[in-house]
């Protein structure tokens, strides 16, 4: 005669069926890390846990991001921002210190995508931007410039570019800053998130009438004044915030996992 023990209710869930690995190939199918050179390295950047069950997404692998991650139930987290980046000092003292042993301690996986989460076509940090503020996008060579084809450029007919960075700082929900005539006539929109003021010049070269980006340095305000085309900074992290929680929404559809993006606040 055989026995079957009796289910116990409050035993523990089967392992899911979503491995480390899984993930990671999946983000990488999507995102085609391999294309790109980049600044860091971009995929797994620190191990955890076997199996994943609830993905976090977030800019910024920041030490208030991991603790939140934390309280959420995280097995895995996937930033724009990684922890490593070229040419920094290898030591793991201080902030590095703290939030990698956050992510050991609770054996969370970090993983993070930086040039392939801004270049993907229509889930990226760019696309995602321009979505936001109904720009139409050109198809094809026409709508990419600048090295790597980071840069994007579309259409919107915004009366002045006054009105653009008004329009701008409402969708995003922060002030702007604006190089040009407020009642300058705007058509073609190049956009490139972060801190991409080096790809002004390509704009300009691509034929655009105002370029939106996150941060400005000194000599984009010159280049605007001189070359008669608008320059509009609106936040580092404010124009990066729509990339990575779509990337994470379609790759958790895609893998049965749970989903949630935190945003931690960031004035840059």
Known sequence: MSFSAPKDPQSPLPPPAVTREMLLGALDALLQPALYRDYGPNGLQVEGRGHIRKLVTGVTASRALIDAAVSSGADAILVHHGLFWRGQDGRVTGWMKQRLSRLLANDINLYAYHLPLDGHAALGNNAQL??????????????????????????????????????????????????????????????????????????????????????????????????????????????????????????????????????IDNPA
């Open 130 to 263: 321009a979505r936001q503020l109904g720009i139409d996008l050109y198809e094809g060579e026409r709508g990419r410039f600048g090295e790597q084809s980071l840069g994007f450029i579309g259409r919107w007919s915004a009366p002045s570019a006054g009105a653009l960075a008004a329009h701008v700082g409402r969708v995003l929900g922060r002030s702007v800053t604006l190089v040009a005539e407020p009642d300058r006539p705007i058509e073609h929109v190049a956009l490139c998130t972060g801190g991409a003021q080096g790809y002004f010049e390509s704009a300009i070269a691509a034929g655009a009438d105002v370029f939106i980006t996150g941060e400005i340095s000194e000599p984009q305000a010159h280049y605007a004044r001189e070359c008669g085309v608008a320059y509009l900074a609106c936040g580092h992290h404010a124009s990066e915030r729509y990339g990575v929680p779509t990337v994470g929404a379609h790759v958790a559809a895609q893998l049965g996992l749970a989903h949630e993006f935190i945003d």
